[in-house]
């Protein structure tokens, strides 16, 4: 079983910067893909970003030049660097893991989930 815990989350003024961290157990995750998800309130959960073992990664269009994803397996931590940032951008962000090495911009293709950190981006 694996468990992520996301962290980095807050308040940014638009135009502004922050990156988020998911810490994740377990001694195999350098061959898990990760992804990273965010929720609007009132809206579907959506693909924002993911990284296989490879380190090859894809992004939302959304969120193209504007983030980026990296991982340190290492530390077992992938993050997302989000830089200049619209109010767009607020929501629940979370971080999410699979087995395999195939890129996956569904949620149901994640068997794990952390419990979300809210971005709050005020205009």
């Known amino acids: 079983q694996v468990q992520l815990v996301e962290s980095g989350g807050g308040l940014v003024q638009a135009g502004g910067s922050l990156r988020l961290s998911c810490a994740a157990s377990?001694?195999?995750?350098?061959?898990?893909?990760m992804g990273w998800f965010r929720q609007a309130p009132g809206k579907e959960r959506e693909f924002v970003a993911t990284?296989?073992?490879?380190?090859?990664?894809d992004y939302a269009d959304s969120v193209k030049g504007r983030f980026t994803i990296s991982r340190d397996n290492d530390k077992n931590t992938v993050y997302l660097q989000g830089n200049s940032l619209k109010p767009d951008d607020t929501a629940v962000y979370y971080c999410?893991?699979?087995?395999?090495?195939?890129?996956?911009?569904?949620?149901?293709?994640?068997?794990?989930w952390g419990q979300g950190t809210q971005v709050t981006v005020s205009s």
């Open positions: 999410a893991g699979r087995r395999g090495s195939t890129f996956a911009v569904v949620p149901s293709q994640y068997a794990y």
């Open positions: 377990g001694r195999t995750f350098g061959s898990y893909t």
């Open positions: 990284i296989r073992s490879s380190d090859s990664t």
